[in-house]
């Protein structure tokens, strides 16, 4: 089965088979290679972690797996276990160590691709990272204050937004 992709450009320096049709700029893209368009039946939904992985939000299908039975993983607000399917149009949250990624589907990815197509399997709406400073400052205790009390911890939690 053949998926229709619009990638604006020819995918080949992506290490994608495809053929160009000069005419429409459109990338045909066999099913083989782990990239499904839009409407195409019932392969719309892909696995979380599989996706996360896919499209190189973790560095291993087992983080990826791992962050969603942390709960470091959430699909429209939802914390999900790794089986959760995923479709066009869903907004998910990755925590990753002192940051939160924020991304849009826009396209259903099976198999892991380059950093390129990556790029454009999702809409990014996360807000930029802490700069370094500003991430050693918030979790800095004296030294020899010793363990943190219940309360002191859960604002610590806050000021990290977690």
């Known amino acids: 089965m053949v998926h229709l992709l619009d990638l604006g450009r020819c995918a080949r320096s992506c290490r994608i088979r495809c053929d ?15 990239i499904v368009q839009a409407g195409s039946g019932p392969s719309e939904t892909v696995r979380v972690d ?31 276990k790794p089986a959760q399917p995923v479709k066009i149009g869903d907004r998910v949250r990755v925590r990753q160590e002192d940051w939160e990624r924020i991304v849009v589907v826009s396209r259903i990815v099976r198999k892991r691709v ?24 918030v979790g800095l205790r004296d030294r020899g204050a010793g363990r943190p009390t219940k309360r002191e911890r859960r604002d610590l939690d806050h000021l990290r937004g977690r």
């Open 114 to 137: 380059g950093a390129v197509v990556a790029v454009e399997c999702y809409v990014d709406h996360s807000p930029p990272p802490p700069s370094r400073d500003v991430a050693f400052q």
């Open 50 to 80: 599989s996706w996360v992985w896919s499209v190189r939000l973790a560095k291993t299908r087992s983080a990826a797996a791992a962050a969603c039975k942390a709960g470091h993983v959430r699909v429209n607000g939802e914390h999900v």
């Open 20 to 34: 160009i049709i000069p005419a429409a700029k459109v990338v045909r893209v066999t099913e083989d290679e782990g």
